[in-house]
Each structure stands twice: as structure tokens, then as C-alpha cells.
């Protein structure tokens, strides 16, 4: 394989449904985390409910809408009930919960108690059919695309067109908010949350609307996931998925409207690229080796970040500097 | 001074009462396990005139403050701000009524630019709505006048030329100008400040005295916590001192300089002295 088909196909996992997937997830990270300083460990959390609320509904024959409509209720529920409680606590009782509230979800969506809902460890698979995400797909079957690398079938792009769709609606959301006074209040509980109180902000009820806002954008890109794969599977959800998303926001700089959308591209198209490379050298390497190093290269790439280009690919420079002081 | 008029007559005594009084404090205590950091019997903060709240170190002067502002939660003890209930409110709901409070640690939003720290302090702002927020034309008007109010108090304290800086570019004594013009933003009738010349230099200590007269003369009333016994002499119209969280002396300044149980509160420092000097 050539160094440009590898490049190839890790640009085709960055612009497809892997990195619009990610864009979405980390968007909703990004709120909570870039502009209100909330640290919500449990982001997958958000994103479990968002697929099982869509791969519930599909498995009793319910429509896309129902299901979409059950995972942002959930979503919603799901965030009120953690946020409720610790948000008006100091910052770290929101991180133990959320990173052990995800774990619980995942736990009993996988536990046998609930396989009547959840599949359990099966999971809930072929839902393709009642789905019928693909159905309304306007583009003639076929390949599309540069070479023998570069190429998206219709299925694809039509999952493409869908998920980037929803990143632009929810990309243009986030920035009319964080634009606006609404965003400011934000900026300030994330400066200094006393000093909001001191001026008349009642900080709790805006880090609610930031974290809850947050959690549903997680749970859409939850329910595109298993909209686009047809099934669900509890394995999926799992931490390293919000650190993933961490690194994404960090990535393209937490603060910032376009950052996550940047960060998933990059994030996807390098991952990809390493895991090309390590498939093409002069010797073998396993799966799981070169998946833990794929990893470990992730590690390594943050730590860089943050050390040479902490503000991420789209912040600004000054803005950390002044954080610093 | 005609502000400081009204206290004529008012008793030098702990507990005095006042004419026409903006807080009143009834049996506030605070305890941290077996020590009681506050335990303020009865205390008026007179309307319209500057008070100084003052006493040695570990007086409890800002435990007492944090209560007052609703920062911290007392064991005992009710208090009124304007005539309504003023314990157990939170604090932002205080500020939203007219009590509006600084720092003794500068809070100034560093990645926030200085005209952003100003307009974060208007109240009710229709744009800071969850869905309102959403469409600019229904909160565009609003917000170019508050960043006109906003622009002008920045001019008076002169800090409009950094505006577009981020806060955490400016000095110490710009931060402390920088809390007070935006504690101004949020239109208080009592401005609470917690030692506001702390940690800055004379010069700006003159400018910063001067701001917080005109704070009076503009028909605000003004409770601040204070080590600096010559700021204290010059701007305060009344000065309330604390010693072991107990209000041991009220009066003038004038009161104050030669009240024993003052004297003796700060260790004998200037015993048998005048009070003139920073008293820590």
C-alpha cells in the first residue's frame, strides 16, 4: 500500500461518519466543558442513552423520530438528575459522578436483568431494516470519489450528508449562543463562578442549561451512531470514549465553535494514518498491538499538545496565556 | 457633609441605631466547631454614608461580611437589606436587589476582555435567556446600551482604552478599579467591598479612596472592611470595629481613634497613642 492510499483512507474515516460522528459528540463536550468549565467525565454516558433510546425504539418497531425523541429524553432526564444535585457543588463531585454514572449505565445495559430492553451483552443487532436510515437516500447507488483509495459509496455518503448536516445546524446553535450574553454568563462561571454570583447570575440554573444542552448533543451523536450501524452494543461505550472526546475538544481548542469540528477531522485522520502505517511495515504486527499503540500515540500526541500548542489547533493563543496568569 | 448629617446624634456605642438604616443585622453568630469566628448582637448600617468595618486580624470582620452578602451561612442570626429579609437569600439574588459586593482577592474574569467583565454585571439582561439568547435582534438594543453605560463607567475609572484587553493583562491596582467600576455596572444601593486597597500602591490607594467617595456622593451607601487606619480616617463617615467577632465599638472616626477598647483590640500597637498608621 502506498503512502497516498494510506493518507487516502484516513482522510476518507476523517471527513466520513467517524469524524462527523465525533464532531457532534465533542460539540456537546465542548459547551460544557470549553465554554462553562464543567468537567463532565461521563460524556459517553450521554451518547449510551442517545443510541439505546434509538436502538430500543427501532426493536419495538417504532419510528427514527420516536427513537430520536427517547434518547434526548433521556438525555435531558439524565442530565438533570446528575446535574441537580452536584452542580451546586464544588467542580469535582460533577466529575465522580458523571464518570461513575456512565459506567453504571453501561453495566446495566449490558447486565442479563435487562435483556428484555437492552440485549444485554448481545446488545440489540438488525435493526437496519426497521430502521430504514438509508431509505430516503436520494444518491444512486455507485462509487463516488478520487482513485482506487478515495471512494464513498452512496450508503455512505448519505450518512455523511446526514451527520455533517446536523454538525452545521448544531455548530450554528452553539455559536448564536455563545455569542450572545447567555454564552458570556458561561465564559464567567468558567473564569470565576463567585464573581458571577457577586453580580446577580444565578450560576446553577446556567451550568444546568449548559450541562443538559451538552448532554442532548451527546445523545443525538449517540443515536446516529446506532442509526448508521443498525445495531447497538454495550462494549462501545466505554470511558476511554469521553477521553477520545476530550481530545478531540482539546484538539481543536476547548472554547472555541469550530474547534471540535477541526479536532474530530484531525483527530480521525491521524489515528487513521498511524493505523495505516503500522498495517504497512516491513514486519507484522497484530490488531491489539497495533491498536494499544495506535493509543499510546494518542497519549503521547495530547501530552505534546498540550504541552506546545495547549489553546489546541483553533484557540488563541493569548486567551491561554491570559489563563495562565 | 450633609450625608454624614444624619448621624448627628446617632450614640457611639456598639449596636447604636440609626436613622434610617439600609441593613440590619440581629443576633448573627457563625461557629467553626468550637470557635465562634462571629457574634454580632445587633448592627445598623447607616444609608448614604461610607462605613468602615474594622478590627485586628482574626476579628471576624470578613466572615461577617461573606455572611452579609450571603457567601456563607451563619449559625444563628437574621438580618434585613432595604427593610426585606436578607439571611438565608442567595447571594446572587442580594446582588440582583442592590447589594453588591467585591473581593479581597481581585475576581476579575481573566480570558474575559475588561468590556465583557463590565457588561457580565447588568442585570436582567434579556439576551442572557436561554432562548432569547438564541436571536440577536432581541437583545441588540439592550446590549449596545448597557455597552454604552459600560464604556463610559470604564472611561471614569480609566480603563476604556483597555477595553478589548483580556483582564488578566491588567495590574493589581487595575483589577481592584476594574471590580469596583463593575460591581458600579450591576447599580447597587449598598457596595460592599472587602478590603479594597489591599496590596496597592499609594498612589492608586488615592485614586481608589477618591472613586469610593464619589461612590457616597452619589447616593450610595458603602460598608467596606479595611486594615489601613489612615484610609479609614479619611473616608469613612462611620467605622464599626470588631474584635473576637464581637462589635466592640461603634462611632465617628474621630470616636474611634481615642476609644479604648479599640486601642486595646489592636494589641496595644498605638497604645496610649493616637490610631494614625496601618494598624495589621
Known amino acids: 500500500m502506498s503512502w497516498l492510499s494510506i493518507f487516502a483512507l484516513a482522510l476518507q474515516t476523517a471527513i466520513g461518519f467517524q469524524g462527523a460522528s465525533f464532531a457532534l459528540a465533542a460539540s456537546g463536550l465542548n459547551l460544557q466543558f470549553g465554554y462553562t468549565g464543567l468537567s463532565n467525565f461521563g460524556h459517553v454516558g450521554f451518547l449510551l442513552v442517545g443510541a439505546y433510546g434509538m436502538a430500543i425504539a427501532a426493536d419495538r418497531g417504532w419510528s427514527i423520530w420516536v427513537g430520536f425523541a427517547l434518547g434526548i429524553a433521556a438525555a435531558v432526564a439524565l442530565g438533570l438528575l446528575l446535574g441537580i444535585p452536584t452542580l451546586r457543588l ?34 440489540i443487532g438488525g435493526l437496519s ?21 478515495f471512494v464513498f459509496n452512496s450508503r455512505q455518503l448519505w450518512s455523511m450528508l446526514f451527520t455533517w448536516g446536523l454538525v452545521v445546524l448544531v455548530t450554528i446553535l452553539i455559536w448564536a449562543l455563545v455569542r450572545s450574553p447567555w454564552g458570556r454568563v458561561l465564559r464567567s462561571i468558567r473564569e470565576d463562578e463567585d464573581a458571577a454570583r457577586a453580580l446577580g447570575k444565578n450560576v446553577v440554573v446556567f451550568k444546568l442549561q449548559s450541562f443538559v444542552l451538552g448532554g442532548l448533543i451527546g445523545a443525538l451523536a ?7 450501524a443498525g445495531s447497538v452494543s454495550p462494549t462501545r461505550w466505554v470511558a476511554t470514549l469521553t477521553f477520545a472526546l476530550y481530545t478531540v475538544v482539546i484538539l481543536g481548542g476547548a472554547g472555541t465553535v469550530l474547534g471540535p469540528v477541526v479536532g474530530a477531522v484531525v483527530y ?28 499510546a500515540m494518542m497519549g503521547i500526541g495530547l501530552m505534546l499538545l498540550m504541552i506546545f500548542r495547549p489553546q489546541g489547533i483553533l484557540g488563541s493563543k493569548k486567551e491561554m496565556i491570559a489563563g495562565a496568569r | 457633609m450633609p450625608a454624614s448629617d444624619a448621624l448627628q446624634g446617632v450614640a457611639t456605642e456598639p449596636g447604636a441605631r440609626k436613622p434610617d438604616p439600609i441593613l440590619v443585622a440581629d443576633g448573627v453568630v457563625r461557629r467553626y466547631g468550637g470557635l465562634t469566628a462571629v457574634d454580632v448582637d445587633h448592627l445598623e448600617v447607616p444609608r448614604g454614608v461610607i462605613t468602615a468595618l474594622i478590627g485586628p486580624n482574626g476579628a471576624g470582620k470578613t466572615t461577617f461580611f461573606n455572611l ?107 483589577r481592584k478599579l476594574l471590580e469596583m467600576a463593575r460591581a458600579l455596572m450591576a447599580e447597587p444601593s449598598l457596595v460592599m467591598l472587602d478590603e ?19 461612590l457616597r456622593d452619589e447616593g450610595m451607601s458603602v460598608l467596606f472592611v479595611e486594615h489601613d487606619m489612615d484610609v479609614i480616617m479619611t473616608i469613612s463617615d462611620w467605622v464599626v470595629c470588631m474584635a473576637e467577632g464581637r462589635i466592640i465599638a461603634e462611632g465617628r472616626p474621630a470616636d474611634i481613634a481615642g476609644n479604648d477598647a479599640v486601642i486595646e483590640a489592636y494589641l496595644g500597637i498605638d497604645h496610649g497613642g493616637t490610631a494614625s498608621g496601618a494598624v495589621r
Open chain 1, 268 to 295: 480521525w485522520f491521524i489515528l487513521d494514518a498511524v493505523d495505516g502505517i503500522l498495517k504497512n511495515l516491513w514486519f507484522d504486527i497484530s490488531d491489539t498491538t497495533s491498536g494499544a499503540i495506535r493509543l
Open chain 1, 129 to 149: 431494516g426497521t430502521l430504514g436510515f438509508f431509505d430516503p437516500n436520494f444518491i444512486p447507488a455507485g462509487n463516488y470519489g478520487i482513485g482506487e483509495s
Open chain 2, 68 to 174: 452579609l452578602c450571603g457567601f456563607d451561612r451563619p449559625d444563628e442570626g437574621r438580618w434585613t437589606f432595604e427593610g426585606e429579609r436578607a439571611d438565608g437569600v442567595r447571594p446572587h439574588v442580594l446582588a440582583r436587589r442592590g447589594m453588591v459586593r467585591t473581593f479581597q482577592l481581585t475576581k476579575t474574569l481573566a480570558r474575559m476582555t475588561v468590556l465583557d467583565n463590565m457588561l457580565l454585571a447588568g442585570h436582567d439582561q434579556r439576551g442572557e435567556r436561554f432562548l432569547p439568547s438564541i436571536v440577536k435582534p432581541l437583545w441588540r438594543s439592550e446590549e449596545s446600551a448597557n455597552r454604552e453605560r459600560a464604556m463610559d463607567l470604564l472611561a471614569r475609572f480609566k480603563l476604556d482604552r483597555l477595553a478589548q484587553d483580556y483582564a488578566a493583562g491588567l495590574s493589581g491596582g487595575q
Open chain 1, 90 to 123: 464544588r467542580g469535582d463531585y460533577l466529575a465522580i459522578v458523571t464518570i461513575a454514572s456512565a459506567e453504571i449505565l453501561r453495566l446495566v445495559a449490558n447486565a442479563r436483568p435487562s435483556e428484555p430492553l437492552t440485549g444485554g451483552s448481545r446488545g
Open chain 2, 196 to 214: 479594597p486597597m489591599a496590596g496597592v500602591n499609594p498612589a492608586l490607594t488615592q485614586s481608589l479612596l477618591g472613586h469610593v467617595t464619589a
Open chain 1, 222 to 228: 449517540g443515536a446516529l451512531i446506532a442509526l448508521e
